[in-house]
């Protein structure tokens, strides 16, 4: 398309601030978090890897008890030059020979000159010819595994070798060649489980990522520990348990690691992989695919894994045989490897459950559930049913120190029902008065269980399974039958899709519960048979099932999760709507208990719409700190009025092509300073902005009186298929410009909003700040959402 240009006051838009100016840099992100957690009352340094984190200044975690400090920003390996990796390979030459000799005093190592693993390349050459090469001090070049590089012992050295110096292993990514090294505090007290991480940058806020507080001790992996490759230092000694192993596999990598256990222990071996990174836009299948092995004393393989069901992070639940030094691997599936595949490893004897039923209970009844699994003190897990909540909540068993992994489960305002065996056939199956929610269980291999009721002609029927969604294993297939047992309805797996983007399933590999709708043909017995799609059972294959009437509703994802807006400017949003059971209405979309100053623009989804992008505006004067923001959805849903909070996503690429809206724990707004407008921008013109099909209306918005101009590109971004802009004209205190619809590429009203954003160009900056000669095209902002109706008239 071409962009005239148009004339517009920059001030107006408060987005080009200094930093897009000196660089015109894409928005900060992370791609890594080494390693992704720490334990209670610990003080660690991790390091964040991604791009554009140049002038990181501040770190924010979610939750209480975590205090963290930006230490130092390191730029790409791409800038370490041939004199400073022969100047580095140098000193650590010298720095492994003292300390060789050191070993090799203490009889710690048998050979006098540490040969191979522990001298970089090139090392050897300059060894042998005295540093001929090396005539005079080079700056040592700059890396967090450098930092105290005097202090480094063997192992630390040879660790710097492996991740440093082979080059063959190291991929390197541009959206991993930036680091950042922070210091985190964890409390005593701070409540375990997975937080959510965040860097200022001069650029912005960036994308969240996993970072768990944990309650085991840590190590941290050390090259060089791959199985079958020699290695002159003497082994590690084994890991003393409990213990959680952080580590990076790199290409070809196999990290090995020895414990000792006693016969009759049950060991949870659980890898956080695909929890800690969900998906990766450049990789298939989409994560790091992590496998685990143990060894027994005698190097036999007793144990393998390459998930949980269907969750892609392996778990292993070994019964030790006999007493003896056993060992783990880990790897990734197919060998491959970077910095960001970055796993956390427990070895424990902790509590893990394996079932739950039912998977969940009615509002406001106390209820606890029956669980199994491996190191449980308890047989019963407390569920909190508080009416009001989020459908679907978490549970954890507690142990003293020691907690389970969470489990899900659902909990609604029907009448529940459990089902009752045996009910395999029409012949056997089990009445139900609607509406109701039934608890069931495949409980073996082929089993089916039937449910029958009383349905009148024209009756909507909704059969809805909560099972895969609950981290049941069951892949759920239901089919609604007449009393002559034709199948009238039927369905496998069910999901929210808009083309590539997966609304609904969020870390789900395989969304596989069912629904189906339909209208009964006449009166009589009708029949629901539940089963499993592969034929598979067992006590863990439980399941939820509504059954009854529609219940019309919805729920609200918002993406991004990170959002960063100059004082008193605006920044897009995106809110999408899950419509359930044939909700179709129109939902208002609120600020909840924002902070004085912020404002919602566009904030209505019409009738229909699945998608609808929004404005957020900032207050004038930059806060201390970023903000928690909530939004809410209201609709009117058979004369009340319904309510539900806005999850705050992040719309993550899988495998370059699926995405998915992955749900955050807060949506943070971080508020900058910029070169500043007296008063808002307002629209001038009635909202919302009705277009003809195949006509055009001016829209006018109302702009401070400043004086200062610049060439500036004005644009829609990602507007329906049709819409356009044309004819921007600026006058004193206001800019109006005309929004066309297209007849042929319209078929039908049109209900949206428009967002409205701008381009200036500005000199190309290398590294260092200084003028190419090139430009670049970079964003100064957009306009507040203009809602629209492209109407036939």
Same mark, same amino acid.
């Given at each position: 398309?071409?962009? =005239?240009?148009?004339?517009?006051?920059?001030t107006?838009?408060?987005c080009? &601030?200094?930093?897009?100016?000196q660089?015109?840099?894409?928005a900060?992100?992370?791609?890594?978090?080494?390693p992704a957690?720490?334990?209670?009352?610990?003080?660690?340094?991790?390091?964040v890897?991604?791009?554009g984190?140049?002038?990181a200044?501040?770190?924010?975690v979610?939750?209480d008890?975590?205090?963290?400090?930006?230490i130092?920003h390191y730029?790409?390996? !791409?800038? #370490?030059?041939?004199e400073?990796?022969?100047?580095?390979?140098?000193?650590?030459?010298e720095?492994?020979?003292?300390?060789?000799a050191?070993?090799?005093?203490?009889?710690?190592?048998?050979?006098?000159? $540490?040969?191979g693993?522990?001298?970089?390349?090139?090392?050897?050459?300059?060894?042998?010819?005295?540093?001929?090469?090396?005539?005079?001090?080079?700056e040592?070049p700059?890396?967090p595994l450098?930092n105290n590089?005097?202090d480094?012992?063997?192992?630390?050295?040879q660790?710097?070798? /492996?991740?440093?110096?082979?080059i063959e292993?190291?991929q390197?990514?541009?959206q991993?060649?930036?680091?950042v090294?922070l210091?985190v505090?964890?409390?005593?007290?701070?409540? =375990?489980?997975?937080?959510?991480?965040?860097?200022?940058?001069?650029?912005?806020?960036t994308?969240?990522?996993?970072?768990?507080?944990?309650?085991?001790?840590?190590v941290r992996?050390l090259?060089?520990?791959?199985? @079958?490759?020699?290695?002159?230092?003497p082994?590690?000694p084994?890991?003393d348990?409990p213990?959680?192993?952080?580590?990076q596999i790199?290409?070809?990598?196999?990290?090995?690691?020895?414990?000792?256990a006693?016969?009759?222990q049950?060991l949870?071996i659980?890898?956080?992989?695909?929890?800690?990174i969900?998906?990766l836009a450049?990789?298939v299948?989409?994560?790091?695919?992590?496998?685990?092995?143990?060894y027994?004393p005698a190097?036999?393989?007793v144990?393998?894994?390459?998930?949980?069901?269907f969750?892609p992070?392996?778990?292993l639940?070994?019964e030790?045989?006999a007493?003896?030094?056993?060992a783990?691997?880990?790897?990734d599936?197919?060998?491959?490897?970077?910095?960001?595949?970055?796993?956390?490893l427990?070895?424990?004897?902790?509590?893990?459950?394996?079932?739950?039923f039912p998977?969940g209970a !009615?509002?406001?009844r106390?209820?606890?559930?029956?669980?199994?699994?491996?190191?449980?003190?308890s !047989?019963r897990?407390?569920?909190?049913t508080?009416?009001?909540g989020?459908?679907v909540?978490e549970a954890?068993?507690g142990? @003293?120190?020691k #907690?389970s992994n969470?489990?899900?489960?659902?909990?609604d &305002?029907?009448?529940e029902?459990?089902e009752e065996?045996?009910?395999?056939?029409i012949?056997?199956a089990?009445r139900l008065?609607?509406p109701?929610?039934?608890?069931g269980?495949?409980?073996a291999? +082929?089993d089916v269980?039937?449910f029958?009721?009383d +349905?009148?002609?024209g009756?909507?029927?909704?059969?809805?399974v909560l099972a895969?969604r609950?981290?049941?294993?069951?892949?759920s297939?239901v089919?609604?039958m007449?009393?002559?047992?034709?199948?009238?309805?039927?369905?496998?797996?069910?999901e929210?899709?808009?083309?590539y983007?997966h609304?609904?399933?969020g870390?789900?590999?395989?969304?596989?519960?069912?629904?189906l709708?339909?209208?009964?043909?006449?009166?009589?017995?009708?029949?629901?048979q539940?089963?499993?799609?592969?034929?598979? @059972?067992?006590?863990?294959?439980?399941?939820r099932?509504r059954?009854?009437?529609?219940r019309p509703?919805?729920?609200?994802?918002?993406?991004?999760s990170?959002? &960063?807006?100059?004082?008193?400017?605006?920044? $897009?949003?995106?809110?999408?709507?899950?419509?359930?059971?044939?909700f179709?209405?129109a939902i208002?979309?609120r600020?909840?208990g924002?902070?004085?100053?912020?404002?919602?623009?566009?904030?209505?989804?019409?009738?229909? /719409?699945?998608?609808v992008?929004? &404005?957020?505006m900032?207050?004038?004067k930059?806060?201390?700190? =970023?903000?928690?923001?909530?939004?809410?959805? %209201?609709?009117?849903i058979?004369g009340?009025t319904v309510?539900?909070?806005v999850? =705050?996503?992040?719309d993550m690429?899988?495998a370059f092509?699926y995405?998915?809206?992955v749900?955050?724990?807060?949506m943070?707004v971080?508020?900058?300073?910029?070169?500043?407008?007296?008063?808002?921008?307002?629209?001038?013109s009635?909202?919302?902005?009705?277009?003809p099909?195949?006509?055009?209306?001016?829209?006018?918005?109302?702009?401070?009186r400043?004086a200062?101009l610049l060439d500036l590109?004005l644009?829609?971004?990602?507007?329906p298929a049709?819409?356009?802009?044309?004819?921007?004209a600026?006058?004193? @205190?206001?800019?109006?410009?005309k929004?066309?619809?297209?007849?042929d590429?319209i078929k039908?009203s049109?209900?949206?909003?428009l967002?409205v954003?701008?381009?200036m160009?500005?000199a %190309?900056?290398?590294r260092?700040?200084k003028t190419?000669?090139?430009?670049q095209?970079?964003?100064?902002?957009?306009? $507040?959402?203009i809602?629209?109706e492209?109407?036939?008239?």
């Amino acid at each position: 398309m071409t962009r =005239p240009t148009y004339i517009l006051l920059v001030t107006l838009l408060a987005c080009a &601030t200094a930093a897009h100016a000196q660089q015109g840099r894409r928005a900060p992100q992370i791609g890594y978090v080494y390693p992704a957690g720490a334990r209670q009352d610990s003080v660690v340094q991790i390091v964040v890897g991604g791009q554009g984190l140049r002038g990181a200044s501040d770190a924010y975690v979610t939750g209480d008890g975590v205090q963290v400090k930006v230490i130092e920003h390191y730029g790409s390996l !791409r800038g #370490i030059d041939q004199e400073q990796r022969q100047a580095l390979a140098r000193r650590m030459r010298e720095l492994a020979m003292q300390r060789w000799a050191e070993a090799y005093a203490e009889g710690k190592v048998s050979q006098e000159t $540490p040969w191979g693993a522990l001298v970089p390349p090139g090392g050897r050459r300059m060894m042998a010819d005295g540093d001929s090469t090396m005539t005079e001090e080079v700056e040592l070049p700059k890396h967090p595994l450098l930092n105290n590089l005097e202090d480094k012992s063997l192992r630390e050295l040879q660790n710097i070798r /492996c991740c440093l110096f082979d080059i063959e292993r190291r991929q390197l990514n541009p959206q991993l060649e930036e680091t950042v090294l922070l210091e985190v505090k964890v409390a005593r007290g701070a409540e =375990p489980g997975k937080r959510e991480l965040r860097l200022a940058t001069q650029v912005g806020l960036t994308n969240a990522m996993v970072f768990e507080v944990g309650v085991l001790p840590e190590v941290r992996e050390l090259e060089q520990n791959d199985p @079958g490759i020699y290695n002159p230092l003497p082994p590690e000694p084994p890991l003393d348990l409990p213990v959680v192993i952080n580590g990076q596999i790199l290409p070809g990598d196999v990290d090995h690691f020895t414990f000792n256990a006693k016969q009759g222990q049950q060991l949870v071996i659980e890898a956080q992989a695909r929890a800690l990174i969900p998906y990766l836009a450049d990789a298939v299948p989409g994560w790091f695919q992590a496998t685990l092995v143990v060894y027994d004393p005698a190097g036999k393989e007793v144990a393998y894994a390459d998930d949980y069901r269907f969750d892609p992070d392996p778990v292993l639940l070994f019964e030790v045989p006999a007493d003896g030094e056993y060992a783990v691997e880990i790897r990734d599936s197919i060998y491959r490897g970077r910095d960001d595949f970055v796993y956390r490893l427990s070895i424990a004897e902790q509590p893990f459950i394996t079932q739950v039923f039912p998977l969940g209970a !009615r509002a406001g009844r106390a209820k606890s559930s029956e669980v199994e699994g491996w190191n449980l003190r308890s !047989r019963r897990l407390a569920l909190n049913t508080h009416a009001g909540g989020e459908e679907v909540r978490e549970a954890t068993l507690g142990q @003293g120190r020691k #907690i389970s992994n969470p489990v899900p489960y659902a909990v609604d &305002t029907l009448p529940e029902s459990s089902e009752e065996e045996s009910n395999d056939t029409i012949a056997d199956a089990q009445r139900l008065h609607l509406p109701r929610i039934v608890n069931g269980c495949i409980s073996a291999a +082929g089993d089916v269980d039937v449910f029958w009721f009383d +349905g009148k002609a024209g009756d909507e029927i909704v059969v809805d399974v909560l099972a895969r969604r609950l981290h049941s294993p069951l892949d759920s297939l239901v089919r609604l039958m007449n009393a002559s047992g034709d199948v009238l309805a039927w369905n496998d797996d069910y999901e929210h899709k808009d083309g590539y983007l997966h609304q609904d399933m969020g870390l789900l590999t395989h969304h596989a519960d069912s629904y189906l709708t339909t209208v009964l043909p006449a009166d009589g017995k009708y029949y629901v048979q539940v089963s499993d799609a592969q034929d598979h @059972g067992d006590a863990a294959y439980a399941y939820r099932v509504r059954i009854g009437p529609p219940r019309p509703d919805f729920a609200l994802r918002a993406t991004p999760s990170s959002i &960063t807006v100059p004082a008193g400017r605006y920044a $897009p949003l995106c809110v999408y709507v899950l419509r359930k059971d044939g909700f179709d209405d129109a939902i208002e979309i609120r600020l909840a208990g924002a902070p004085e100053g912020f404002e919602l623009q566009g904030g209505r989804i019409p009738v229909g /719409c699945d998608r609808v992008r929004m &404005t957020l505006m900032a207050p004038p004067k930059v806060l201390d700190g =970023p903000v928690n923001l909530t939004l809410d959805g %209201r609709a009117l849903i058979d004369g009340k009025t319904v309510t539900h909070e806005v999850v =705050p996503a992040q719309d993550m690429m899988q495998a370059f092509l699926y995405r998915h809206l992955v749900p955050s724990q807060e949506m943070v707004v971080l508020i900058r300073g910029g070169r500043m407008a007296r008063g808002a921008l307002t629209l001038d013109s009635a909202t919302p902005v009705r277009i003809p099909a195949g006509g055009e209306t001016e829209v006018r918005v109302r702009m401070p009186r400043v004086a200062g101009l610049l060439d500036l590109e004005l644009e829609l971004d990602d507007p329906p298929a049709g819409v356009t802009l044309a004819d921007v004209a600026i006058v004193p @205190g206001e800019i109006a410009f005309k929004l066309k619809a297209d007849h042929d590429a319209i078929k039908a009203s049109l209900a949206d909003n428009l967002i409205v954003e701008a381009f200036m160009e500005i000199a %190309r900056r290398d590294r260092d700040g200084k003028t190419t000669g090139e430009k670049q095209r970079v964003s100064v902002g957009v306009l $507040p959402a203009i809602p629209i109706e492209v109407v036939y008239e």
